[in-house]
């Protein structure tokens, strides 16, 4: 093991080494216990309060029965899918950003989110389907949009501002296309679609934790096995290609990982707005550290979300707020100032 100031490298057993920056180790652990603090206490909020260490001890096997129904059944699924969703969005921002090269390169901003929405909009209103053939409408039109906008931006290579504008011009398409589905719909259509529309943790199940913990477990360890190819790809494709990297092919794996967490955590909890654009430039001001920080933005993703949920619940008196509202209203103010800060930088 050689340690210097900044960095600590561990020799494991075949010859394999890992670089760990200090920084972005405690930052790492930082928000992973943070993600456990406010999962405990997510869990223990509600009509009927339960304390955080008897939260513990009923997620340990030791709760009252009473305790051991409310916690496992009804609010731990939602807490699941609020770390999973909140996890999936922040990892596939920072694919996109480290990508494009650009910190408006958010699945918000580039039109996967409002294909998951065309989709499971269409399964609504046209096929009148039930949850399980929404989430899998959702899945199939965020996937979809994600490919037309990588083939409509490629061009001898995926440049990240021309990725940014197909993107943009994307969603104005998809926007156009939601409106159309919704003046389209009867009432209860209409209702259930503006219901979905929202983003809301609400009635979550463990149906909705499965399919996105798989999803999660397969796609999490792919794209980090490649985040050392994308921190060489942000020096440019040149440079990226001198040191031995597959640049579209690398790209090309990369964005499909990003686009199916995007639409899987659209298809469990709606879509979900500004978590993707926001927990990337978080955390890369909270480590300090180049590159995409994949893992500290998925971390990041998940307290994001989980501060989100607490807020829609507790923050507005009697009134419980979808948890999409919320992360609009935040986002929202969030952009702004990353615009202004841009702007100031020179960047746009």
Request: proline fraction near 3%.
């Amino acid at each position: 093991m050689t340690v210097t100031a900044k960095t600590r490298r561990l020799d494991l057993p075949g010859g394999i080494s890992l670089r760990v920056e200090r920084r972005a180790l405690g930052a790492g652990v930082l928000l992973a216990v943070a993600a456990f603090a406010l999962a405990v206490l997510l869990i223990g909020t509600g009509d009927f309060q339960i304390a955080p260490w008897d939260v513990v001890q009923t997620l340990l096997g030791n709760g009252s029965p009473a305790n051991d129904f409310i916690v496992n059944d009804l609010r731990l699924p939602r807490v699941l899918v609020a770390l999973l969703v909140g996890a999936a969005l922040g990892m596939a921002g920072a694919v996109f950003q480290s990508v494009s090269r650009n910190p408006l390169g958010s699945p918000d901003l580039l039109g996967f989110g409002y294909g998951s929405v065309v989709g499971a909009l269409v399964v609504i209103i046209l096929f009148k389907g039930g949850a399980t053939e929404v989430a899998v409408g959702a899945l199939v039109g965020g996937v979809l949009a994600g490919i037309a906008v990588y083939l409509l931006a490629y061009k001898r290579g995926i440049h990240g501002y021309r990725l940014v504008l197909v993107g943009i011009g994307a969603s104005a398409m998809l926007i156009a296309v939601i409106q159309y589905l919704i003046t389209k719909a009867q009432m209860v259509e209409a209702t259930r679609a503006m219901v979905w529309l929202t983003g809301s943790l609400a009635g979550r199940d463990w149906a909705q934790v499965w399919p996105l913990l798989g999803v999660c477990a397969v796609l999490f360890p792919l794209i980090l096995t490649q985040g050392r190819a994308l921190r060489m790809m942000e020096m440019g494709d040149d440079a990226a290609y001198a040191l031995g990297v597959r640049v579209e092919r690398t790209r090309l794996l990369l964005m499909l990982g990003a686009i199916l967490l995007t639409t899987a955590a659209s298809a469990a909890a709606g879509p979900i707005n500004f978590v993707a654009l926001a927990a990337p430039q978080l955390v890369r001001r909270l480590t300090r550290s180049p590159g995409a920080n994949l893992l500290s933005a998925a971390l990041m993703g998940s307290v994001l979300l989980l501060v989100s949920d607490w807020a829609s619940q507790r923050a507005f008196g009697a009134d419980q707020l979808p948890v999409g509202v919320v992360t609009g209203l935040v986002g929202g103010v969030y952009l702004l100032w990353l615009l202004v800060t841009e702007r100031k930088a020179g960047r746009i």
